[in-house]
């Protein structure tokens, strides 16, 4: 079941339409260049999760690519009323315990002054990907791939849209392909360089037990420092939120392949499908921690 | 303009279908991935251009991306079907002199060996853009543009999909925005290593006229070569094949930016906007050749 709703000028809380019927034109530039931004959403225990964390990083994908997007507040009348029409269509006790929240703009034609506005914007709520909650609990084996830039190139090409969140996301498809073609669940980028980047659909993040001076243990947490031109991850930060609320120790990459090796657990993390342990890299084995994964896990699921 | 023409099975000519009404669902990964392939035909004096290549290369591009497209038949009947209603739409005497063809093959479901069938495949007829025509005439400034892969990238991660022309152009697209933010008209992308690749919708031909030891002229045409991860140009094929038969030698890269400020010409060269010469680099003007120009353009009307 899905629900779709428009935003439309002419309809302040937005327009449902129906999602099994044609609704976007051949020619709109979100399907014929893959030209729009967009934010996928966790709706669980009658809450979209980190929804403004969503709202102002679909605003830095706009500006980074010159789109003018529907205003915070259309987006919020917009999946108030898709979750509402969601929530009134599920079968009493049955509503999927979680479910996606995707917010799609795509480039509509431009001003005298060369910025675009959108083309069409919609929300879609639809129930959760069976895989993910299951990868949650059995973990994922995972393959390194060359994402083909070096970690220095958002800084020097802003035009490579490094960063931000878009619909052209052909070679994040490809790579989870060619991983699964490979035996393996899911990918991690890396740099031509050596650096550890991201998922094509999430954020890397490891974490080291140490001792102190005093013998006491440290926990630290890890992920890979934004300056290499990956998304800035909402589910990362808020883990890193908690994580430091909890006294843990929090660092910033570089991260090389080598620390994700010798690290105590990994795991990339996403909206929908969470906080997922990689199990292997490459076909070898890594750390795995049971204990520290129930720990972040207890975080992510505190997250709002 | 427009018409459009949808593969469907239930009409083996091609559906013909309303393009200002909306035609394709919002769930479809053509666009909340950017995840199909396409081309661009020129359709001029009652025949679209190069057409046989066009599939060639889209076939190549379905094969890249795991994706099965309808059969060269089946685009062949749905481009008659849809230049027959395009010819009989337009007023008499008053049809456009360039036009294009469109074909969009975006993904559908999985088989169970985790291959694609096709999600929607349509083709469009519609005026070629007025701008192309001017530029082909005027000349352009275009930007030398950093593209952040290495000339290597494309033999080892054949997960970046280079060579294959997807519905994934946003960054094509941004780099375009760039140029024009920045007084210039259309780009060049260099490698990461200083090669010269291609621009974001077409292809790079350069010149050089040299004497041979018997004192002859000896003009030769160079290409970046594919090596470097760039799509196979259609026209720049159909150039050099002309070129050769009337002479000239042919080369292919690599070529560097200095070879682009020393040559007789440099051309960007597509299917829709023919042959375009390029007067200046980064603001700087680089040599031209009405001459060879002319003798170039020629050899592209008569491309068939």
Excluded: C
Aim: glycine content about 10%.
């Amino acid at each position: 079941m899905t629900v779709l709703v428009f935003i439309d000028p002419a309809h302040p809380g937005g327009r449902v339409a129906d999602p099994d019927a044609p609704q976007l034109s051949v020619l709109d530039p979100g399907v014929t260049r893959g030209d729009g931004v967009f934010e996928s959403a966790l709706y669980t225990g009658g809450k979209v999760r980190k929804l403004e964390m969503h709202l102002s990083r679909m605003a830095v994908s706009a500006q980074v690519t010159d789109l003018i997007i529907p205003s915070a507040g259309a987006w919020r009348a917009a999946i108030a009323t898709a979750i509402s029409q969601y929530d009134a269509a599920a079968s009493p006790g049955a509503a999927p315990a979680e479910s996606v929240v995707k917010l799609i703009a795509t480039r509509g034609a431009e001003s005298a002054d060369g910025v675009h506005d959108y083309g069409s914007a919609w929300v879609t709520v639809s129930p959760a990907p069976e895989l993910g909650r299951r990868q949650r609990e059995t973990g994922i084996d995972v393959l390194l791939l060359d994402r083909g830039y070096d970690s220095t190139v958002a800084e020097r090409a802003p035009w490579l849209l490094m960063g931000a969140k878009t619909l052209s996301y052909a070679v994040n498809m490809a790579a989870i392909r060619h991983a699964k073609r490979n035996g393996a669940d899911d990918v991690i980028f890396t740099s031509s360089d050596g650096r550890v980047l991201e998922g094509p659909t999430s954020t890397v993040l490891l974490a080291t037990r140490e001792r102190d001076e005093a013998g006491r243990e440290v926990k630290r947490l890890v992920t890979p420092t934004l300056e290499t031109g990956i998304l800035p991850g909402t589910t990362q930060g808020a883990i890193f939120a908690a994580a430091k609320a909890e006294g843990w120790e929090l660092g910033y990459g570089p991260v090389e392949p080598k620390h994700l090796r010798e690290a105590a657990g990994v795991w990339l993390v996403s909206s929908v499908r969470l906080l997922t342990p990689v199990n292997s890299l490459d076909g070898e084995a890594i750390n795995t921690d049971a204990e520290l994964t129930a720990e972040l896990s207890a975080m992510v699921d505190s997250i709002n």
